[in-house]
């Protein structure tokens, strides 16, 4: 067995003064020779976790004993920075650009803790010096390639296009390959900067010209290393999966091939997770959730199994989709086309006219899709009531409509349980036919989305509270209450506005959205509303349920996105598991406590990576869209506020820019962060979060993915 975390360091605190090499340790300790390396394993984990130091000489000392901490630098693009602690429940330690030690954005680092003092005691707020770079983050650029301006024949330069990355790439005429001056390339990091000394690198591939067609994902595709290739092993073993259903492998199901079920979906998808059938019962209703059945697929083990665990999930950019399963798979035998049969596994729910679940099943399945529907042709028969659609899909639209009587119960009794509905606009990106972008719009969000939503949430949870009782290692998704300080911040923030919530530890859901709802169709709404959300902490996977604080749900899981997601694949493991009362794919509690942490915080940070790549390629389609409307002026809404100027986002546009402080030349502004606004000190001008202003397109910079406004009069 492992030496307890918490034991070892407890053990080291009463009986070691100064740090030690792991044989003095285990002299120290009393340990075995056969313990040794279960001390070196649990060492690596503390070091990891930012509780033990490893020095230069390969000695181990506690953290707080030598003023040090372990943590990820996060850059900013002005030079200075800040390091997130390994440790829990400690702030964040700014760290001058002059303190970086060359650390380059998300390098993991050893940083020392300068004492506190004064002012910064009292708030809390921590400084820092980087005394060592423990891991790089990166080993390749992405960027565009410049030459040098005084000896263009000798070196060129690769300049990022992640602008958190501050240091330029240094390429020797020799190791430029076929680039030309503008290109955007991809470039291996051959040494990193020391000293002063620039990082130096060699380019590995021209990736295109800027303005290029689909160049936007192309970059960010290179830049987070995103897999668009499955691996041999993969390919082959997806091409040998039989893309019918055999007879005998339906057998063995329940056979709900003559039950009405749909898909309900974008246009433009072409993976279908997930099926829906309906019926009303005296007592309420009868929802059956069908999800493609992936774990009979891609089993432990296997070259399919591996990939879409490195993947983690697809990643969807604005022109194409960049899948966690093979085709063959993700839009063959495992999606629920329309009239072929399909294996499913199926929650089986009967639900009260109030919303709560009176009984239900979970179990395999045969069915077979009677059509495939978009938001859009649903949105036309139960919203818009258009005769020809409905006469279009006889025998539907009761469904439909029975559907939406029933999302409506589930949303009521979400609301009354205190669950939060943040209904901001989101963008979506219009291409021409060459790629390119043309436009871009409000993302419609009708009620066929909602009734998706509502169906798929009460799943989720129905999965995950079948199996939390069954006290078996899990994988659930939480989201964890907001940070105490943030939470104190939120009271003070919402108190100057006239609402009131509960202080810290007795801050409920139930209470923001209350706070939503006081808010709605006044001009404080997205004021608040975007305070509210950055108060939230992100939502993640993990073994220990801790609840899902926006959901206001006790626990909750992700059971139904197995074709794109690889946690929703795990707990269709388990489900399956339980179903067959024995372990056919490896799923006993003794395997699941050994993988699943290490399952849910890689999937966790590869979603992260989803959501970041597909940020920054909407972001440069953004500066693509704007680059052509230097000088016009537009309405916008203050979006953030900080001590270098307002963050405004351009009305229905969705674009943000940034009105730097230097142009408010009317007087000295100084930040009022707990007011998040602006304060001019002569004229007491304020410009607060969430004030509409009027604002001048000065400037669209695609190398820091930028754009600069300036104030004009209304």
Request: net charge positive; glycine share 8%.
């Amino acid at each position: 067995m492992p030496i307890p975390s918490k034991q070892l360091i407890s053990r080291i605190k009463a009986k070691i003064g100064r740090p030690m090499l792991i044989k003095e340790l285990i002299r120290q300790l009393k340990l075995t020779a056969a313990e040794r390396p279960l001390l070196k394993r649990t060492l690596s984990e503390l070091v990891l976790a930012g509780e033990i130091i490893k020095t230069r000489g390969n000695r181990y000392g506690l953290a707080e004993k030598m003023d040090l901490e372990t943590g990820t630098f996060q850059a900013h693009p002005s030079g200075f920075g800040f390091v997130i602690p390994d440790k829990k429940n400690v702030s964040d330690i700014y760290i001058s650009a002059r303190s970086r030690l060359d650390a380059m954005d998300r390098d993991r680092v050893v940083v020392r803790v300068s004492e506190q003092r004064g002012r910064k005691k009292a708030t809390g707020k921590r400084e820092g010096t980087v005394v060592r770079i423990l891991q790089r983050a990166h080993v390749k650029m992405v960027g565009t390639y410049e030459l040098s301006e005084t000896q263009p024949a000798e070196f060129g330069f690769v300049v990022s296009s992640n602008p958190r990355i501050t240091q330029d790439l240094f390429i020797s005429h020799e190791n430029r390959g076929a680039a030309q001056h503008g290109d955007i390339v991809s470039a291996e990091i051959v040494s990193y900067p020391m000293r002063g000394r620039p990082p130096q690198g060699r380019i590995t591939r021209v990736i295109g010209k800027p303005g290029q067609a689909g160049i936007e994902a192309e970059l960010i595709i290179d830049e987070y290393d995103l897999p668009t290739d499955f691996s041999t092993g993969a390919t082959e073993e997806a091409s040998n999966i039989p893309q019918e259903v055999p007879s005998a492998m339906g057998r063995a199901r329940r056979d709900l091939r003559n039950l009405p079920s749909v898909t309900i979906d974008g246009e433009t998808a072409k993976d279908f997770d997930d099926a829906i059938s309906i019926e009303r019962l005296k007592s309420g209703y009868r929802l059956w959730v069908h999800i493609a059945d992936v774990a009979q697929y891609v089993r432990e083990g296997t070259f399919l199994d591996d990939e879409a665990y490195q993947r983690g999930t697809s990643v969807y950019l604005p022109d194409r989709a960049i899948p966690m399963l093979p085709t063959p798979l993700s839009n063959g035998i495992c999606s629920l086309n329309p009239g072929v049969d399909r294996l499913t596994l199926t929650v089986e729910m009967s639900i009260g006219k109030n919303g709560s679940i009176l009984n239900y099943d979970i179990y395999e399945s045969l069915i077979k899709s009677k059509k495939r529907m978009t938001y859009t042709e649903v949105r036309e028969i139960i919203v818009d009531k258009d005769p020809v659609r409905r006469k279009g899909n006889p025998g539907l639209v009761e469904l439909f409509e029975l559907m939406e009587e029933l999302m409506e119960v589930l949303r009521a009794r979400r609301a009354k349980r205190g669950s939060i509905d943040f209904d901001l606009p989101e963008p979506q990106i219009v291409l021409d036919l060459q790629g390119r972008i043309s436009d871009i719009i409000r993302a419609e969000r009708n009620k066929a989305h909602q009734i998706v939503e509502e169906f798929m949430l009460v799943a989720n949870e129905t999965v995950a509270g079948h199996i939390e009782k069954k006290n078996i290692p899990f994988l659930y998704r939480i989201h964890e209450e907001p940070d105490e300080d943030k939470a104190a911040e939120l009271v003070d923030f919402l108190s100057a506005l006239g609402v009131q919530i509960p202080p810290g530890k007795g801050l409920k859901p139930a209470h923001l959205r209350k706070v939503i709802a006081q808010v709605k169709d006044t001009p404080e709404e997205a004021l608040v509303n975007t305070v509210l959300l950055r108060s939230m902490k992100q939502a993640r996977y993990a073994t220990e349920n801790l609840g899902h604080f926006g959901l206001a749900a006790k626990t909750y899981t992700h059971f139904t996105s197995p074709i794109r997601r690889y946690p929703d694949l795990i707990v269709h493991r388990i489900v399956k598991s339980g179903l067959h009362k024995k372990t056919k794919s490896g799923m006993d509690a003794e395997h699941l406590a050994e993988v699943l942490p290490g399952i849910t915080a890689h999937c966790s940070q590869r979603e992260r990576t989803a959501m970041e790549a597909e940020r920054d390629v909407i972001t440069m389609l953004k500066l693509q869209f704007m680059k052509d409307k230097l000088g016009k002026t537009y309405d916008g809404i203050i979006t953030g506020v900080t001590q270098f100027g307002l963050f405004v986002q351009l009305s229905g546009l969705f674009v943000e820019g940034l009105v730097h402080i230097s142009t408010l030349a009317d007087d000295y502004y100084h930040l009022i962060e707990k007011k998040h606004c602006l304060l001019g000190e002569r004229t007491k001008r304020v410009f607060r979060l969430g004030d509409t202003v009027r604002v001048s397109i000065d400037r669209v910079d695609r190398e820091r993915k930028r754009i600069d406004f300036s104030l004009v009069k209304k």
